[in-house]
C-alpha cells in the first residue's frame, strides 16, 4: 500500500475504470500542488513495490529524477531534489490564478512521464474559523479507539455564476519537548576518541562536533574499555532549542457548490484535531481551489473513507491519476498533480473546552519503576501520543550508591544527559510557525 492525502490506499499502475488492481506491483506514485501561496513548492515522486511473495507493499523515493513545471505550455521551471524524491521549484516560484501548469518528469532508467495541464482556479477567503470539542468525532478505526477531537468550521462565502470545488486540509503544530532517541547507545555532542577510557567506566569524547548517538558494540573494546551489556534499550533526549512538531491533517475533504452556488458556506466542517495534548496549539486551515477533474479525483477516496470499510476495502478498480507515461499513456501512475489557490487563516485552538476528557498522550501507562511525576510533563504526554511508550530519558550522574547508571557513559559528564537539536523535517521544525502564541 501506498500513502495517500494521510491514508493507505491501494494502487493500481492501469487504467482506472477497468482493470483490476495486480497482486504484484511497481508503480510510481505522485504528490505535487502548485499553490499561490509564499511557501516551498515541492513535487514527491516515490515508487511503491509489492513484494512477489507476500504482496506486502514498500514505497521508497525515486531519487536522481529530471522533474520540471511547464507553465502556460511555454515557460519550463527546473525543479532541484532536496530531500530524496522531494524535488521543489526556486524559491520565489509561486502559482499565479488563471495559469496553467504541466508536471513532467524523466526518472533516473529513462522512463518519461507528463501529468495533464491544470489552470489554477480562484479560490474565496475564509471569513470565519470555529472550533467545537466533540469527545466522539473521530473513528474508532483512526486512532486507535481513541475518539475525542476539536471540530473546526469554516464561512466561506461561494462566488456567483460560476461552478467552485473546493478541498479543505490542515497542519498542526505542537510544542515538543524530546528530539532524539537513541537506541542501544547515548547522545553525544561530541565525537568520542577511539581508544580513550577513563576508569574503565567511561568512553572520552574530544572536541570534534559529532550530534548524534554513540552505539559501541556489546563487550569490551579492549582491557581498559567499559563493558557495553548485550541488551536492548532506548534513551529519549529533550530538545536544546524550541522545537515544534507538525501533523497533517489525515482526512480528504471535498466540496461540489452544485446546491450551493452563490450562498454562504456556513458551519462546514473542515478539520477534526485529535485531543493529542491538553495544551494550546496552532492550526493552519487551507481552503484549496480545485479543477474538476481533481475534484473527482479526491472525491472517489472521500466517499470510499466513509464507507463500512474505509480505504482497505477500495475495490480492485484503484483510481489512478492524471500522470501517465509518455511512450505508453494507458500506464497512469498514482496520485494526482494539481495546481490550487489557498485560502489560509492561522487559527489559535486553545483546548479549553474538553469536557474532562482524558487527552491521547495521557492513556498510555506510567512505568510504576520510576519516580511518581516522572511522566507527568505536557511533554511527555505528546511523545507518548506519537511513540505509544513513555519517554526513557538517559539516568543522569552522578552514578552514587543505588543510583541508575547509564547503560553507555561519556567523559566529561558534566553535561549529562546531553540535549539534543531540533532538526528540520515534515515531522518537526526549530522555527517559530507564523500565528503561535507564546
Not at 482493470?19 to 499561490?36: E, F, W
Not at 522512463?111 to 467545537?132: E, L, N
Not at 474532562?356 to 511533554?379: C, E, H, L
Amino acid at each position: 500500500m501506498v500513502c495517500l492525502g494521510g491514508f493507505l490506499v491501494p494502487v493500481s499502475c492501469v487504467d482506472p475504470l477497468d482493470s483490476s488492481l495486480r497482486s504484484t506491483v511497481n508503480v510510481v506514485v505522485v504528490d505535487g500542488t502548485i499553490t499561490n501561496l509564499a511557501e516551498p513548492q515541492i513535487i514527491r515522486l516515490n515508487q511503491s513495490q509489492a513484494d512477489r511473495l507476500t504482496g506486502q507493499f514498500k514505497t521508497l523515493p525515486l531519487t536522481r529524477a529530471r522533474v520540471e513545471v511547464v507553465v502556460d505550455s511555454a515557460l519550463v521551471i527546473t525543479c532541484h531534489e532536496t530531500l530524496d524524491g522531494s524535488y521543489q521549484l526556486p524559491n520565489e516560484f509561486r502559482g499565479q490564478i488563471g495559469h496553467a501548469y504541466q508536471l513532467r518528469f524523466t526518472l533516473s532508467d529513462g522512463t518519461r512521464y507528463v501529468s495533464t495541464p491544470q489552470v489554477m482556479p480562484a479560490v474565496p477567503p475564509i471569513d470565519k474559523v470555529s472550533d467545537r470539542f466533540n469527545p466522539t468525532s473521530l473513528s474508532v478505526r483512526q486512532l486507535n479507539g481513541y475518539t475525542a477531537a476539536h471540530d473546526v468550521f469554516i464561512e466561506s462565502r461561494d462566488p456567483m455564476e460560476q461552478h467552485n470545488y473546493y478541498r479543505w486540509d490542515w497542519k498542526l503544530w505542537q510544542r515538543q519537548e524530546w528530539c532524539h532517541s537513541c537506541r542501544q547507545g547515548v547522545y553525544s555532542i561530541y565525537k568520542v576518541l577511539p581508544g580513550v577510557y577513563k576508569d574503565r567506566d567511561y568512553f572520552v569524547t574530544g572536541t570534534e562536533l559529532y550530534e548524534d548517538c554513540f552505539s559501541p558494540p556489546p563487550g569490551k573494546a579492549a582491557e581498559e574499555a567499559p563493558e557495553v551489556l548485550k541488551e536492548d534499550w532506548v534513551y529519549d533526549y529533550q530538545c536544546r532549542t524550541p522545537c515544534w512538531r507538525i501533523t497533517n491533517g489525515f482526512d480528504i475533504m471535498v466540496f461540489d457548490d452544485r446546491n450551493s452556488n452563490g450562498g454562504l458556506i456556513s458551519q462546514q466542517r473542515v478539520a477534526q484535531i485529535p485531543l493529542y495534548d491538553y495544551r494550546p496549539a496552532l492550526v493552519d486551515i487551507r481552503q484549496l481551489s480545485l479543477t474538476a477533474d481533481a475534484y473527482q479525483y479526491y472525491k472517489f477516496f472521500q466517499d470510499q473513507n466513509q464507507r463500512a470499510g474505509g480505504l482497505a476495502d477500495i475495490p480492485p478498480t484503484a483510481l489512478a491519476g492524471n500522470v501517465h507515461e509518455v511512450d505508453h499513456p494507458q500506464v497512469s501512475v498514482v496520485g494526482f498533480f494539481s495546481a490550487s489557490a489557498v485560502s489560509l487563516v492561522h487559527y489559535w485552538l486553545e483546548r479549553t473546552q474538553t469536557q474532562g476528557a482524558i487527552a491521547y498522550g495521557a492513556t498510555g501507562p506510567v512505568d510504576p519503576s520510576r519516580p511518581v511525576g516522572s511522566y507527568a510533563r505536557d511533554g511527555d504526554y505528546l511523545f507518548y501520543a506519537f511513540n505509544s511508550r513513555q519517554p526513557n530519558p538517559e539516568p543522569p550522574p552522578p552514578y552514587l550508591g543505588e543510583r541508575e547508571k547509564a547503560k553507555v557513559r561519556l567523559w566529561p559528564n558534566a553535561d549529562r544527559p546531553a540535549l539534543a537539536p531540533c532538526l528540520q523535517s515534515d515531522n518537526q521544525t526549530p522555527f517559530k510557525p507564523e500565528g503561535w502564541r507564546d
